[in-house]
């Protein structure tokens, strides 16, 4: 079982808000985390560690001034989608974690992009997020 917290968090710039991470990492039990609106350019395990446990070790993102540290399965203007893999079977499932724009005019591009972005039948996947 796959237990996702996602979350806008509306920045994650202090220990406060570090302070309620932590709390409700611990409270869901999840082993995925999914942030909006960290309002962060640059995410490294240093400050991942701030809020996150240590078996949190791997992480993507997809910072506020649009560029991205990794190469995750796929990025968008309004999503970052990360692959998971089942150990015990090898099975994979694509997790997407969007972050839908405010303004009107990039919200009709977020509904075109969200109405053209068909997950393939034979791919398992998720998606999750601030649709705004």
Do not use: M
Not at 22 to 37: N, T, V
Not at 108 to 132: C, M, R, S, T
């Amino acid at each position: 079982d796959w237990k996702i917290l996602t979350w806008n968090i509306r920045g994650l710039n202090g220990q406060d808000k570090w302070v309620q991470v932590q709390r409700k990492i611990k409270e869901s039990g999840c082993s995925i985390i999914c942030l909006q609106e960290t309002k962060r350019t640059v995410v490294d395990n240093h400050f991942i560690h701030n809020f996150c446990p240590k078996r949190f070790n791997k992480f993507d993102y997809l910072p506020s001034n649009g560029r991205f540290s990794e190469t995750p399965v796929d990025v968008t203007d309004f999503s970052l989608s990360v692959e998971f893999k089942y150990t015990t079977s090898n099975k994979t499932w694509i997790l997407t974690n969007i972050y839908g724009p405010c303004s009107d005019d990039r919200k009709v591009q977020f509904a075109h992009w969200l109405q053209n972005n068909i997950i393939p039948d034979h791919v398992e996947g998720l998606i999750v997020g601030d649709f705004n």
